[in-house]
């Protein structure tokens, strides 16, 4: 691709996202639905003016590690933890449900082959943690107990619905179940998670020593991406989705994060708060392009618009989507409101299922219609989910007041450059002029 | 190209460019050495772990573009107003010069034909800005008498450089020099400078009313990265090199900057510290991509070492890139110190003389070792121009104190962020107390 080119695509992938998003902002819709739009509307399902290419796919992808980077910062570990319960019933059940659903209606009711209906199932358990925790962070309830449910269930989701990719990838190739690979990887996953926020503290703690005698401006940008791009491609070589890696090390490096055996590496509160200062300006700049890319590789002119099959199929399979994620988020102990919460939070599917999609129309498993119907469900979980969730919070705003307001957590709220003022700068700025008063 | 590999590759780029970069600063040298040291190193010419790839290629053309950014936003237009006759003297000196001369050594004393020969003289007339900026900034003399008439002499030869590139590449095409396509891209370039500072102003002013109003957090760094890939783009089209455009847009929004027709859009100084605030993470976090992208470029086992026709054609070449050079320096009238520290900082050929030397490959006019001395040229002068303007400013550190010192000159000096505290946003910090006092 020439350079102009590119330079002049990625901008307009920036500026539409920065208009979509604030239209949308104005209709009283949280911007990630605006950053999609941009996609749908720039991308070959509407306008055509756009089309996804591997730099931008690329750029996406660093943007959706970053953005996991920073939901692992500000990441509250023990109220993670005091969710883990509820998190994990919420993930088997909205894993396990979608899953058998989807195989069985699939199979049984539509005749599908056995494979082609478990790609299938496997497609409708991903959930796209990415869009939930934007439209919950831009409601400002990241941190509420329904918000922490559903990150965890979210990533429980992806690493279980990554170890079922790896399975059915394996079957697709091989024409049998490797259950032996599927242990492998699940145990990789497993040790990866228990071994990377040790490693990463001990990084960011050699960083921060380091940093007094640097003599090159820019350590923190430089060191911290480059950290956060290692571990991400150590996730992938244990078997893991690249984000799951950004997540890793941002939950080490966020300021509650407790390691049993890491007391020497003791979390300094201000290198924290330096490091979300320095790394916000690069946050914002690479995640709108994830977005914006998911609308891009949306293809809605695909969809054959006149197939009844079309029509009863891809609803039924929506509603199973639904359903699914639903009926798992049911099965805690929360009130009502909190639980249709987590169950609408848990229903876009997003970047986790397209890759199932995709293995599926690879290995010649998904063909007529099917694939076009799944891409439409997956779009339609993911462009609606935020506006119902949106919705729900305004009708339920009474029964969902947070239990803890978000700005007494202890630790300074995350004010956005996009205020009056510059204060994006306020929260350091308030901590160090705290530090002047010791 | 797959997702790990890209995200593995880049991350060892970043931290190949920190970890040199660090050590050429313990050793005493400018850490740009480090950085393309770092790609000489891990790249084809020594280690081969790393090659460039089309990705770090345009990452790198955003990390030079955002640099020069970076350079116009710092500029004060007041000092290139007047380095302006010094500085078009030293351009255009050290553009005639080194053409003259490589194209009348190539052609007469060693018999290449006119074409080549043309190209050969091509090359030797660049500046790689970039390299120099990065050396004098590192030195803390980007704003000296001396920094200011290398800046606006590299920009002018950058023009000029462009404009001949255009010509040879017409010429090699087909088979004549057209003369008027010459003369419509000086137009557009001309044309181009005097109306890009002026909408970028105009663009920078309404994204300062609407911050106000934006609901979407993030509205600078993306707004801004835009807007410099988008004049970044309109370069190209002009026929300028992509960096001018990042340069007339950091320009344009320099806090000194002034525009007769633009009273109006008069700049507030606050706004102008906030995008640096906001933008110095980004610039930082792709700059060294571009110094580690040149160093991989290279490729110093293609040189046939063993040739003494290598040898004397590449010391020739290069005393006529030096001379050709020093020469234009020694027309302005400053102190002896001075014009020396210009002409050294006029040396580097770096990106554009590569440029040059990619059509003289493409079209076939360079073969048979022309090519790789010419590559040996560039880096030499590349590698070799920091240090010799590091050790001449240590010897001569009486003749060349600034008249004024960098901190007293208006504007907050710029702390970067590899010191001792948090005072990457010192400068922003500043301002603020600074404000409240009001």
Avoid: C
């Amino acid at each position: 691709m020439e350079v102009h080119v590119f330079l002049l695509q990625l901008a307009m992938v920036l500026m539409a996202a920065r208009i979509f998003g604030e239209l949308a902002v104005r209709w009283g819709m949280p911007p990630v639905i605006g950053e999609l739009m941009a996609g749908i509307v720039l991308g070959p399902s509407l306008l055509g003016l756009l089309e996804t290419s591997e730099m931008l796919h690329l750029l996406a992808e660093i943007g959706i590690i970053l953005l996991l980077f920073e939901v692992g910062l500000d990441a509250d570990v023990n109220r993670l933890v005091h969710a883990g319960a509820k998190s994990l019933i919420v993930a088997i059940g909205g894993f396990v449900l979608p899953f058998a659903l989807g195989f069985g209606v699939a199979h049984y009711t539509f005749g599908l082959p056995v494979l082609a209906s478990m790609v299938l199932g496997g497609t409708l358990t991903a959930t796209s943690i990415g869009i939930t925790v934007r439209v919950l962070t831009d409601l400002g309830r990241r941190h509420s107990i329904e918000g922490q449910v559903i990150l965890g269930a979210a990533v429980l989701d992806d690493v279980m619905g990554v170890i079922l990719l790896a399975l059915l990838y394996e079957f697709a190739v091989a024409g049998e179940v490797a259950w032996t690979n599927a242990l492998r990887i699940a145990l990789f996953v497993s040790v990866f998670f228990m071994i990377a926020p040790a490693a990463a503290k001990a990084i960011s703690y050699l960083i921060h020593r380091f940093e007094a005698s640097s003599g090159v401006p820019g350590l923190i940008p430089t060191a911290m991406v480059a950290l956060v791009l290692v571990f991400s491609g150590l996730a992938h070589f244990m078997g893991a989705p690249e984000l799951l890696g950004g997540f890793a090390a941002g939950l080490a490096l966020s300021r509650r994060f407790f390691l049993p055996f890491g007391v020497a590496l003791a979390a300094d509160p201000g290198f924290a708060d330096l490091i979300r200062d320095q790394m916000k300006p690069i946050v914002r700049l690479f995640t709108p392009i994830f977005f914006v890319q998911i609308g891009l590789s949306l293809n809605l002119q695909l969809v054959d618009w006149s197939s009844s099959f079309i029509w009863t199929f891809s609803l039924v399979m929506l509603l199973v989507a639904i359903v699914g994620k639903f009926a798992g988020a049911m099965l805690i102990s929360e009130s009502g409101p909190r639980r249709v919460v987590i169950g609408m939070g848990m229903v876009p599917r997003g970047e986790v299922g397209l890759v199932f999609t995709e293995l599926g129309r690879d290995s010649g498993l998904l063909g007529g219609g099917i694939y076009d119907v799944l891409i439409l469900v997956i779009a339609y979980t993911t462009l609606v989910a935020p506006f119902w969730i949106k919705w729900f919070y305004r009708r339920h705003a009474a029964e969902l007041e947070p239990s803890v307001p978000e700005e007494d957590m202890g630790y300074p709220s995350l004010p956005d450059q996009g205020g009056t003022g510059p204060p994006a700068l306020a929260g350091g700025h308030a901590h160090r002029v705290r530090s002047g008063r010791r």
